[in-house]
């Protein structure tokens, strides 16, 4: 599961860790403000997750346990305590016996114990074992996230993961000293989510609408991660006498079920339409030629879609959505290019 290039060792999900809780505890009593970050966070909840479980309810796989509990035997259900446990500060700090850390220019106090400054573990090696994989059973070429290539081909691709997701901040525990971030809150933020993607809309004639999205401060497509992901663009023409359906315009990756081996069903990518850094990615709309008159609204959305009923895209169940923007623009032909963002 590891990438290849990885020389730090993510834990491998055969090996259980029963005592991972008692030592994960340790961990917590000497650094309470980064535990704070991490309780709650997705990785600690990695295995209560909601949305991880409503999932996991349809393709209840071991494969799944690897990554979600990973301190259990993926082949049963874990115990409760490494189930609350999920991604925890032993998973990532101490994959084997040692302790590891990024290194430091700076000489630091020495802790009570000893600790592995690695170059690794300051990159992108750190997340690469669980934020790329294929598909159950399948090989490099069908993966299921792809996050670590996407960063390889980005313009952001000397910076770590942890420059963005972990950013300093100081501890009032310990006299102010700057730390890195343990919450790793991500799209959750609608202002980290906001800044992710900026969009200009405009009307180059009056039956049509043009949305151009591109991205800001992010190291990989938007969205990322998790396959079912995508942004959601639409268009509504305002009229004063009966309420108009939107047009809908879905951008990320698309599947389509195809017999792999065995006749089983596999999922095979047909298309990637996400945005991604440095590709500004253009969404064009037509009206009816008698709403050229009209002004439009229009929006764009974050969706974290549960599962795809049917063909049809719009009936999708969405777990969860942030609008990153929405606007209106009026019929007269503009070259002017507005902008607007919505306010929470
Ligand atoms: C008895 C208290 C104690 C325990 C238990 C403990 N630490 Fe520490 N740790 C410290 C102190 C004190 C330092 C040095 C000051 C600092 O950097 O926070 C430190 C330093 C570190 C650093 C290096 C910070 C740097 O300089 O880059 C890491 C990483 C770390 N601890 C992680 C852990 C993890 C993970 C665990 C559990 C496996 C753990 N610690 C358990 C007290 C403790
Ligand atoms: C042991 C596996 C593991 C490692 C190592 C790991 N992650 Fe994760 N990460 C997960 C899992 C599993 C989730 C999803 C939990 C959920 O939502 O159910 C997650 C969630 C996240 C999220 C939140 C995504 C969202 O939907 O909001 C971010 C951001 C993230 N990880 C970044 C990182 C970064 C950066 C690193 C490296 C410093 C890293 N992770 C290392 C397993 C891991
Ligand atoms: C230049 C900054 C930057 C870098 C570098 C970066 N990210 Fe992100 N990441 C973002 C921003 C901003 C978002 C929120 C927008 C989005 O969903 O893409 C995000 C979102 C995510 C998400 C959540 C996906 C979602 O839709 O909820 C995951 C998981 C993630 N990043 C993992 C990583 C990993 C792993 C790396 C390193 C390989 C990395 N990121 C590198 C800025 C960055
Ligand atoms: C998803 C993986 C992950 C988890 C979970 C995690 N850490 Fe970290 N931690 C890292 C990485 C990566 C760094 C180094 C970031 C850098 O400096 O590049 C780090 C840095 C640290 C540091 C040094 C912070 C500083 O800059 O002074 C300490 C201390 C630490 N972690 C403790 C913990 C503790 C305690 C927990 C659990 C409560 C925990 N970590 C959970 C990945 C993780
Ligand atoms: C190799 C590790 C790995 C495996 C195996 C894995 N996941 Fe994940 N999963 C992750 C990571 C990392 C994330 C965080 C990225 C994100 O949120 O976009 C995640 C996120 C998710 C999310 C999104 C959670 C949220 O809150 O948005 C769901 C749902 C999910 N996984 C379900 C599953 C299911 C079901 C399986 C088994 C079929 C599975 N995962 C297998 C690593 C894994």
Not at 121 to 144: I, K, N, Q, S, W
Request: charged share 30%.
């Amino acid at each position: 599961m590891p990438g290849p290039m990885t020389s730090v060792k993510v834990k491998s999900p055969s090996k259980t860790s029963r005592d991972a809780p008692a030592r994960n505890a340790d961990c917590e009593t000497c650094h309470p403000t980064i535990t704070a970050e991490w309780r709650g966070s997705l990785h600690q909840q990695s295995y209560r997750d909601p949305e991880f479980l409503r999932a996991f309810r349809r393709e209840p796989l071991p494969f799944c346990r690897g990554c979600h509990a990973p301190e259990a035997d993926p082949r049963r259900p874990p115990p409760a305590e490494l189930a609350d446990l999920g991604v925890g500060c032993v998973t990532c700090h101490q994959p084997e016996e040692e302790l590891l850390a990024a290194p430091r220019d700076e000489p630091r106090e020495p802790g009570p114990h000893a600790l592995r400054r690695a170059p690794a573990f300051a990159g992108v090696d750190a997340c690469a074992g669980c934020h790329e994989f294929p598909f159950p059973g399948r090989g490099a070429d069908a993966l299921m996230q792809r996050t670590i290539q996407e960063h390889a081909a980005s313009p952001a691709r000397a910076r770590p993961c942890a420059d963005c997701h972990m950013t300093l901040r100081t501890d009032p525990e310990r006299g102010g000293a700057p730390y890195r971030a343990h919450d790793f809150r991500s799209t959750r933020d609608l202002a980290q989510l906001r800044a992710a993607v900026s969009i200009e809309a405009r009307r180059p004639a009056p039956d049509r609408v043009e949305l151009t999205l591109t991205t800001g401060d992010v190291g990989h497509a938007v969205p990322t991660g998790d396959l079912n992901r995508r942004l959601a663009v639409t268009v509504r023409v305002i009229d004063p006498v009966r309420a108009r359906p939107r047009q809908h315009r879905y951008l990320g990756r698309r599947f389509e079920a195809r017999p792999g081996p065995g006749g089983v069903l596999v999922r095979e990518e047909v298309a990637d339409e996400r945005v991604f850094p440095g590709e500004p990615k253009r969404v064009r709309f037509e009206l009816a030629p008698e709403d050229a008159e009209l002004a439009v609204e229009w929006s764009v959305t974050h969706q974290r879609v549960e599962s795809f009923l049917s063909a049809d895209e719009r009936s999708a169940v969405v777990a969860g959505e942030l609008e990153i923007a929405a606007g209106r623009l009026d019929p007269a032909p503009s070259d002017i290019i507005q902008q607007e963002r919505s306010t929470p």
